[in-house]
Nanobody
Framework: QVQLVESGGGLVQAGGSLRLSCAAS????????MGWFRQAPGKEREFVVV????????YYADSVKGRFTISRDNAKNTVYLQMNSLKPEDTAVYYC?????????????????WGQGTQVTVSS
């Protein structure tokens, strides 16, 4: 069983930056692909970005490409999401999730473990 705890959310003005962290415990962190999803009020949870277990590959949603950067530190059991040039449409609860083998990275139902989420609010 893997426990995930996100932190780093908050309120920021448009154009600003935030860095989210997701700390994992209770499992073999380095064996999981780690993704970030987000959910805005009244909308479905959507894929943001994923990093493979080794950190060798990353995949971004088009809406965040060039602005967000995912990284992981397997020694610290932590994954990070650096968010720059934030826009009001980035406002959402951000969730990190751990995915074992099998299934597409892009679909939430393929992820095995989820954090509780952290709120990101971008004001215009």
């Amino acid at each position: 069983q893997v426990q995930l705890v996100e932190s780093g959310g908050g309120l920021v003005q448009a154009g600003g930056s935030l860095r989210l962290s997701c700390a994992a415990s209770g499992g073999t962190f380095s064996s999981y692909g780690m993704g970030w999803f987000r959910q805005a009020p009244g909308k479905e949870r959507e894929f943001v970005v994923v990093i493979t277990w080794s950190g060798g590959s990353t995949y971004y949603a088009d809406s965040v490409k060039g602005r967000f950067t995912i990284s992981r530190d397997n020694a610290k059991n932590t994954v990070y999401l650096q968010m720059n040039s934030l826009k009001p449409e980035d406002t959402a609860v951000y969730y990190c999730a751990a995915k074992g083998s099998g299934g597409s990275y892009y679909y939430a139902f393929n992820y095995d473990y989820w954090g509780q989420g952290t709120q990101v609010t971008v004001s215009s």
